[in-house]
């Protein structure tokens, strides 16, 4: 094969990966809302009885996750200052299972719940706390 060919190939190869993978960056920590029709029971969830009577903040992490940790902190911190919301911090590496129920592709994931359990929005990545709050603010927030 011609080298100038192998060499077009390689570099539009190197491209089209560039800018799939800016893309990919690009989404993570941003709220993606739901469209309402997941509804989560607190029995889904190792160990819950009770969701926050105002939202929830479901994190799916794993032991070796780096961004999980610092996801961990943001929606501790969250959770702490609003006494209506709710952190749970759910380990896939002990529930695999639930990996697959709840459609997580990557850790962390995170799943805002309103006081009825119902998933209102999902972040993939490592939370962005701004983003975070407007989404809070927008499900607790009387319309």
Avoid: Y
């Amino acid at each position: 094969m011609n080298p100038l060919i192998v060499t077009g190939i390689l570099l539009a190869l190197v491209v089209v990966s560039t800018a799939i993978g800016l893309l990919w960056v690009r989404g993570q920590g941003r709220v993606k809302r739901a469209d309402g029709l997941t509804v989560l029971r607190p029995t889904d969830l190792p160990g819950r009885e009770r969701f926050a009577d105002g939202a929830t903040l479901v994190q799916f992490s794993t032991e070796v996750c780096a961004p999980c940790a610092a996801t961990h902190r943001v929606l501790e911190g969250v959770a702490s200052e609003r006494e209506d919301v709710a952190h749970i911090d759910v380990d896939l590496t002990h529930a695999p299972e639930l990996a697959s129920r709840f459609h997580v592709l990557q850790t962390p994931t995170t799943l805002i719940l309103d006081r009825t359990g119902t998933v209102r929005a999902r972040i993939g990545g490592a939370v962005r706390l701004a983003e975070v709050n407007a989404e809070l603010d927008r499900i607790l927030l009387p319309v």
